[in-house]
């Protein structure tokens, strides 16, 4: 039968290739669990790439709170040939707290949502080109200040000093530890959760939908004959036994009475 033709993959099939390739992504992601892996695995790279993005949040922060005045105007000194910044003025601060956690919402929102996207993609290819995609996006603003910036504004961002943050010093290597831990541990739980509520979901409803497509008795076809669908099997090995048979007796010869 078709469906028989499509479940068992067969390479002479000439109809419903879209359902076949369907079970065959169906079966490739339910194989010795090789697609949740690599959508864990996916979630958690995501998940670095967010995190390097927030503790670049983080530090600018720091850095903007350590060199915030009370005064209405900034002050950048000329240090070699290198711009550092003194202090800012409170509306340059706000306005730049502001983008901050514009830039924090942002980026949870597309953790959020990417790693929901990746849990729920089931074809393997899909979903390391997604995985890459997410990583362009991330990549998107840089890519669009390097090709359409303005000349000026690359050039003061390339000569002036970057800020340091309100905890440089001499614990900067116990921040750094406490930092990577907590990375760590977020990871953690973050992979955690999208397995939990999304990717063991998905996967039995794989193994479901793998067994509503290709379980039970498959030897079957559904005519239609006047508008009255009808149901008839396929037995398709009583009738190759036949065939033998026949094929057998023809090969004997007559037989004498």
């Known amino acids: 039968s078709l469906i028989a033709a499509v479940c068992d993959g067969s390479p002479l099939l000439t109809n419903a290739e879209a359902q076949a390739q369907v079970v065959e992504d169906i079966e490739s992601y339910v194989t010795s669990n090789a697609g949740p892996a690599l959508s864990l695995l996916s979630i958690f790279l995501w998940f670095l790439v967010i995190a390097g993005e927030l503790e670049e949040v983080c530090g600018f922060v720091s850095g903007v709170l350590k060199v915030a005045s009370t005064e209405r105007k900034s002050v950048i000194e000329i240090e070699g040939d290198k711009l550092k910044i003194v202090s800012l003025s409170y509306p340059r601060v706000v306005l730049l707290l502001v983008t901050s956690f514009v830039r924090v919402g942002i980026a949870v929102f597309l953790f959020v949502f990417g790693a929901y996207w990746l849990a729920l993609t089931w074809n393997i290819e899909e979903l390391v080109l997604n995985a890459a995609a997410l990583e362009f996006v991330m990549s998107l603003d840089e890519l669009l200040f390097a090709a359409f910036g303005p000349l000026t504004a690359k050039a003061l ?22 930092n990577q831990l907590i ?4 990871s953690i739980v973050a992979v955690a959760v999208a397995g939990i509520l999304v990717v063991l979901p998905n996967l039995n409803q794989m193994n479901s939908l793998s067994e509503m497509l290709c379980g039970g008795d498959l030897n079957f076809v559904y005519l239609n004959l006047e508008g009255f669908p009808q149901r008839a099997a396929t037995e398709i090995q009583s009738k190759e036994a036949g065939r033998r048979k026949k094929t057998s007796a023809e090969s004997s010869g007559p037989i004498a009475r």
């Open 157 to 178: 961002v390339r000569n002036t000093e970057a800020l340091t943050g309100l905890h440089a010093g001499n614990s900067k290597a116990k921040k750094l530890y406490a």
């Open 183 to 186: 990375a760590v541990l977020f």
